[in-house]
């Protein structure tokens, strides 16, 4: 059950530090002290969620307002579950808001997700043939929304790693392409880098409006940032 977040206002932390220990790389301490001093993490798990990530499509949603009562959601590369566990409330996938209408929510991931009341998980590789067929039979018909926080496995390489989550998120955008209503959304990470000028012209193309924001909750030191295109035009 995910809990009303918390402000944390009014509380005072202490800074973590992490000795380092045999066997564990400096980069590694580095991550752990990071995550132990971070807030989000900290918010994360006492409001429910799996993981930070679910903030930043809160704080993406707050201001495009997609995930709307009685949308139907395509969460793609789901695990471990919290963009889902935000869409669910949202769209009121349990129906806990009365008089609202219901949406529906379906997450897909390569790997076993652990369940999500209110969401419709699946293991699914999306880029295999027919998944956007399939994906639109599990929803039941077109989707409203089709969102990625997907990220390829790291190389070590900032370029390489770039173009490789670059060309997931083009993956994305095709599928959402074959599986949203006209007047839809689209919300995908990418990192900046330079190679996502060809995403950003497939998307203009498509639909109506292309925004490229950095929420809140992506770390500063991250490269990262997010693509919300809407006003879905409808197949070419």
């Not at 900046?192 to 497939?202: D, F, K, N, R, V």
């Amino acid at each position: 059950m995910v809990k009303k977040p918390t402000s944390g206002r009014g509380q005072r932390d202490l800074k973590v530090k992490v000795k380092s220990a045999r066997g564990r790389k400096l980069s590694s301490t580095r991550w752990l002290e990071r995550q132990l001093n971070d807030p989000y993490v900290k918010r994360a798990k006492a409001d429910g969620y799996r993981g930070r990530a679910a903030y930043k499509i809160l704080e993406l949603d707050d201001k495009f307002r997609f995930l709307v009562p009685g949308a139907r959601v395509v969460d793609l590369g789901c695990a471990p579950g919290g963009w889902c566990q935000v869409a669910v409330s949202r769209v009121n996938a349990l129906g806990e808001k009365s008089g609202k209408a219901v949406g529906r929510v379906l997450g897909v991931d390569l790997q076993a997700v652990e369940p999500i009341a209110g969401a419709e998980i699946h293991q699914l590789d999306f880029l295999a043939e027919g998944a956007d067929d399939q994906v639109k039979t599990w929803l039941g018909g077109p989707a409203d929304v089709v969102m990625s926080d997907m990220a390829a496995a790291s190389s070590g390489h900032k370029q390489t790693d770039h173009i490789r989550i670059v060309a997931l998120c083009e993956a994305a955008a095709e599928l959402a392409f074959d599986v949203l209503e006209p007047g839809g959304t689209f919300v995908a990470k990418v990192l900046a880098g330079g190679a996502e000028g060809s995403l950003q012209t497939l998307l203009k193309q498509r639909f109506d409006s292309v925004a490229n924001v950095k929420p809140p909750a992506s770390r500063a030191d991250s490269s990262e940032k997010f693509v919300v295109a809407r006003g879905f035009r409808g197949p070419s």
